[in-house]
């Protein structure tokens, strides 16, 4: 196949003679050692006969000629316009053999879908996006659209270099931001695009990043280099079909890989109006591993030439030809002449790079030909494999010159918002559960839910064999910023062959032979999601499933696609958690959590019985299993039933009979048998693998699981007295911290005791940070002077020092009492309970105290609690009961403690008809600033025992945990979801002092004038202006 571009049979001690008359490898030479396709035979037998004569040796490949004084005659013969142009038309088809352009693929249409947006500091939206590629191929991108653009805007495409993450490097996501274009382009007014390289970033393949035998095996006859020169074009086809681009202004910039990239595309696509090239390749003349062009591993850039490379014989073009071709459109070269070739020492990469600038001043004189001087430019320097500050410089003000116009070098950038996103906290994946099956072709899978802050949802499939895994996106409908909006809570492997999830509220039906999402939609717009085992194969063909928080019975009809609301099963409990058929076709459902219960359904007439006595009902959730003796056993307050016919009889415990298998699987399954036999021992996608054994061998193997992450939900943030910012994410629970003072964070990773809970609320008490935590009761504390080391048996680090499950199974407050010994937490009871406990452990003793609810608020929830200048504790209450018990009050209290007495002293409803007191703070005033339900506040004078202020702030946004702070120059912040306001003490004015670019999830710390606040799974900062 080299036949196409090595037709010259001259031997190895030839050409290099050929090198050694010519002091250089030349253009000419090229021509010459190759057949001519062109007219330039009579230079060959010139050159030929010339390189006989000499009896010079014949230099190995890896020692290359020193540099001459005279170059190549790139342009020798060439008088006129024309004649170069001629010349040009030559060297571009040569350019086309050489990355095997004739080999590329039918282009498919674009279908572009946008995946997620994320609001970069106020300055541009970040979109992921994808795009086809080939008739089988998807790329993905970030694509970078400034805010506030007027009219059409230049455009970039951005070129990452040897990178695993690909595109996360463009967009500053991984550090180095010299190199972070995408960044970059976007705050000086581009719409940009980064796409990844097809083997990196999310297309990176089973064997890892730049790895390309899977492309050769699918295009042998094609080059990685022709590949990628043809995907960055169909970028360009992205900018050129979106309304906020000036398809004649769109240009090219990258660095290393990305570097000769730039340069290769525009060779390539004379859409391309501005190229500028960073540390771009060497050239194959003059470079002592120019074999690596054609290497056997890793990135093979230009296979098919392999052969006659190992055979000394080179390419028809160098890339001083290739960066000709841009002629006469604005090039910008910059390169290290220290640049290193690996492996080579470095004095013979030095001549190389040197004979690579000579080769420019040729280029130079293309474009002085073409009437363009001023459109090329080279610089070099000294600062290795670099993007050099200053040539960051000249990057921009080349493109803002040649894309802008001149007068655009002037202008000053925008200034900065404030607000900055400071990167996920812990980029972590839950698994919401996971069944075992086989496609068609008789394929081992691993099927699984997750849950992360992506915005929308999805589905991973992983081949136990081949190791590959497949993600496969929720419906756009799906998609959400807020958390667990569209978290799997209750799966099932129909009968039917498909795979049935809820996405929330929105049922999804997965073919695991086609690999394809077939259905979608909302049966019950009134719910939130599916619970446990709620979801089973009717008898007569339908999906049945129950929601939260309405206990509502739905059907999905897999033939016609129809949906169907068969109305409340309980009309006041909110957790349907099983379901199952009995043989004569009615339905049961267990149902709780406040008081457990059992109905039957007759699904055709629409029969709803309730089959507990009423007397008999208590707190917890019923729950029901299919038989093989054709009836259904159940169980609601310790009470066991068989059922049938829609009737149920009372029996002992032990007369029920076995669970039939069912094919349901709950969120948190990890485990299960693949239809070989195999089996799926673990499932760790926090950790990204899973594990499978063999039971005839014995055998276990662990597979990576590649997929992508939003990145875990962060429940809190605090500061540390270390400086640090110390938070929590939540399915999974991590640990993190950051570091203002490196602007790093640090993902600590899991404490396994808490699980897919999380640390609800956060206090810095001497050197330690303190926080309660979902869904045990457990009070932590971390030694910040310490190594987090959570799993020592001796001195874990963070440790437990106190247990209050029941009374306080979900957290919402924690307070570092000012006496400096004393650590509280409080919040809800446990799932069907009304109202919440206060905990109160010393540090020095250890000794615990437990205050119920009943010896608070009865049957309210303290969510809020701050000290007051004497000591006594001021707390806000909540009515709600998130894990559905039933309300006794309709409206929130504050109420002050006497410290020494542990007793109520004063109550009082600060917000008429607020079911919660949100968040409270303690002015420098001694005030008590609050914020109730629909961001109501209020101040509260603890002294006069009265509300001396209210206000309405629901403007600002909804109310996030916390809302309210007091900082050292004695202003009180409040953070709202939109925005972060300063009210004045005294006064209370209110001063929004920003709009938030993002969703504000959850908060909040203050350190050193700036607000730290968390957007999903992002740590944000903002600082304060002056007042």
């Known amino acids: ?39 330039f035979a009579a230079a060959e037998s010139s050159l030929l006969a010339a390189a006989s004569a000499q009896e010079e040796p014949v230099r190995p490949r890896t020692e290359p000629q020193p540099v001459r004084s005279s170059w190549d005659d790139l342009l020798a013969g060439v008088k006129t316009l024309d004649d170069w142009k001629a010349r040009k038309e030559v060297l571009r088809r040569r350019y086309l053999e050489l990355i095997r352009d004739a080999e590329k693929p039918a282009k498919p249409p674009l279908d572009l879908v946008i995946h997620e947006t994320v609001n970069v500091d106020g300055a541009y939206l970040r979109k992921l996006v994808s795009y086809n590629v080939e008739a089988d191929e998807k790329a993905h991108a970030y694509l970078a659209v400034p805010i506030g653009l007027q009219g059409r805007a230049p455009a970039m495409v951005t070129l990452h270099g040897t ?139 230009l ?79 000294g600062q290795g494999h670099s993007v050099a500050p200053e040539a960051r410089q000249l ?61 929308v949802g999805s589905l991973l499939v992983t081949d136990i064999d081949s190791g590959e895994t497949g993600q496969y996106e929720f419906p756009e409908s799906t998609g959400s910023d807020r958390f667990a909006s ?100 009615w339905l049961y459902c267990g149902i709780g959590t406040a008081r457990s219960n059992i109905v039957a ?26 038989a093989a003796d054709g009836h259904v056993y159940g169980e609601a307050g310790d009470i066991w039933y068989r059922m049938k016919e829609g009737r149920a009889e009372v029996i002992a415990k032990d007369q029920a009979a076995p669970p039939l298998p069912n094919r349901t699987i709950a969120w948190g399954t990890r485990t299960g048998v693949f239809p070989d036999g195999r089996q799926l021992i673990a499932y760790n996608l926090p950790e990204r693998w899973l594990a499978v054994k063999d039971p005839k061998t014995g055998a276990e193997k662990k597979i990576e699981i590649k997929f992508r992450s939003g990145g875990a939900g962060i429940s809190t943030l605090a500061a540390g007295p270390d400086g640090g910012i110390y938070g929590s994410s939540m399915h999974p629970m991590h640990f993190f911290r950051y570091d203002p003072g490196r602007q790093q964070i640090f993902d600590l990773g899991a404490v396994k005791s808490i699980g897919g809970g999380n640390i609800c609320a956060m206090a810095a008490q001497g050197r330690y940070v303190v926080g309660p935590s979902y869904s045990s009761g457990y009070f932590h504390v971390f030694d910040t002077t310490k190594r987090f080391n959570p799993e020592d048996k001796v001195n874990p680090n963070p440790r437990i020092i106190a247990q209050f499950e029941g009374d306080i199974t979900r957290p919402r407050t924690c307070l570092a009492h000012p006496d400096g010994e004393h650590v509280i937490m409080a919040g809800f009871m446990g799932y069907g309970l009304t109202g919440g406990g206060v905990g109160i452990v010393s540090l020095k003793t250890g000794k615990k105290q437990l205050l119920t609810h009943k010896q608070v608020i009865p049957y309210h929830s303290t969510h809020t609690l701050k000290a007051l200048p004497s000591g006594n504790l001021v707390g806000g209450t909540s009515v709600l009961t998130p894990g559905g018990g039933h309300a006794q009050d309709t409206e929130g209290v504050l109420y002050i403690m006497d410290w020494k007495t542990k007793k109520v002293v004063f109550r009082t409803v600060p917000v008429p008809g607020a079911a919660e007191v949100f968040s409270l703070e303690v002015g420098p005033d001694g005030l008590v600033y609050g914020l109730a339900s629909g961001s109501r506040f209020f101040v509260f004078d603890a002294g006069k025992k009265e509300v001396i202020h209210r206000e309405d702030m629901s403007a600002y946004g909804d109310i996030v945990r916390p809302s309210l702070l007091a900082s050292g120059d004695k202003k009180i912040f409040a953070l709202f979801s939109k925005s972060i306001v300063r009210i004045e003490p005294g006064s209370f004015r209110a001063e929004k002092l920003a709009e938030a670019p993002v969703l504000i999830s959850s908060g909040f710390a203050l350190r050193d004038g700036v607000v730290y606040f968390a957007s999903g799974a992002h740590i944000w900062r903002f600082k304060i202006p002056a007042p």
């Not at 972590?428 to 072709?441: P, Q």
């Not at 055709?604 to 208590?618: I, P, Y």
């Open 1 to 39: 196949m080299e036949s196409r571009l090595f037709e010259q049979e001259v031997s190895m001690k030839k050409r290099t003679r050929i090198f050694g008359v010519l002091g250089v490898c030349t253009v000419l030479g090229s021509a010459v050692l190759i057949k001519s396709r062109v007219s």
């Open 163 to 301: 990178h695993p993450q690909g595109k996360e490097q463009e967009a500053g996501l991984l550090g180095a931001p010299e190199k972070a274009f995408l960044n970059q382009l976007a705050r000086r007014g581009y719409v940009v695009i980064a796409p990844d390289h097809f083997v990196a970033g999310h297309r990176t393949p089973p064997e890892g990043a730049y790895e390309t035998g899977r492309f050769y095996k699918k295009h042998p006859e094609w080059t990685a280099v022709g590949k990628a020169a043809y995907e960055d074009a169909i970028a360009v086809d992205v900018l050129q079909s979106l309304p906020e681009v000036d398809p004649e202004r769109i240009g090219v910039v990258g660095h290393s890989l990305g570097g000769h990239g730039s340069y290769f595309l525009a060779a390539y696509d004379p859409r391309i109006k501005a190229a500028v090239s960073n540390a771009g390749c060497a050239p194959f003349r003059y470079n002592s591993k120019v074999e690596a062009w054609a290497r056997d591993k890793w990135y093979v850039y």
């Open 303 to 381: 296979k098919p030439m392999r052969e006659n490379l190992l055979k000394g014989i080179l390419p028809p073009i160098d890339m001083h030809e290739i960066m000709a071709l841009i002629a006469p459109r604005p090039f910008l070269d910059i390169q290290a002449l220290n640049d290193l070739i690996a492996g080579d020492p470095p004095e013979l990469a030095r001549l190389t790079y040197r004979q690579r600038n000579v080769m420019l001043m040729k280029v130079m004189d293309v474009y002085e030909l073409e009437g363009a001087p001023r459109n090329f430019a080279f610089y070099a320097h």
């Open 395 to 455: 990057i921009y003000g080349w493109l803002d010159k040649h894309l802008k116009g001149e007068e655009a070098t002037r202008i000053s950038l925008v200034q900065d918002s404030g607000f900055a996103d400071l990167g996920i906290a812990a980029p972590a994946t839950e698994s919401r559960g996971v069944i075992c099956t086989r496609d068609k072709d008789g394929r081992q899978l691993a099927v699984a839910c997750l849950l992360d802050m992506s915005r």
């Open 486 to 585: 569209w978290a799997p809570y209750a799966s099932m492997l129909s009968r039917n062959g498909r795979f049935y999830t809820f996405a929330g509220k929105t049922m999804i039906e997965f073919d695991i032979d086609r690999r394809e999402i077939t259905f979608s939609g909302v049966p019950a717009a009134t719910e939130a999601c599916y619970l446990g085992t709620a979801i089973v194969d009717g008898p007569d063909g339908l999906i049945y499933a129950a929601s939260y928080p309405n206990s509502r019975l739905i059907s999905f009809d897999p033939v016609s696609k129809a949906m169907r609301d068969h109305g409340q099963v309980d009309p006041k409990e909110n957790y349907p958690e099983s379901l199952a058929f009995d043989e004569a076709g």
């Open 601 to 626: 359904v007759n699904p055709k007439s629409g029969e709803m019985r309730q089959l507990v006595k009423e007397e008999t009902r208590k707190l917890g959730t019923g729950r029901v299993t299919s």
